[in-house]
């Protein structure tokens, strides 16, 4: 099954989730959805070591 990346990113947004996951062999796809993303600049990942990102959504406090 195949990972909704805009669904999450919109649960991110909401508040709905703290963070997800994407593994290396998913990230093309996923930054194909993410560049396009009205939010994009307060989605924040992290790499892991060994490969893959977790993401969350870092609010901006202005």
């Known amino acids: 099954m195949e990972k ?3 669904t999450l990113l919109d649960r991110l947004h909401a508040g709905e989730i ?3 996951e994407i ?3 998913e990230f093309m796809d ?3 959805i993410l560049l396009n ?3 994009r600049k ?3 990942g992290t790499a892991k ?3 893959g990102v977790i ?3 870092h609010k901006n406090d202005k």
């Open 23 to 25: 593994e290396t062999a």
């Open 30 to 32: 996923f930054q194909k």
């Open 4 to 6: 909704d990346y805009q």
């Open 49 to 51: 070591r060994g490969g």
């Open 18 to 20: 703290t963070e997800f």
């Open 37 to 39: 993303y009205n939010y």
């Open 55 to 57: 993401y969350h959504y």
């Open 42 to 44: 307060n989605v924040v």
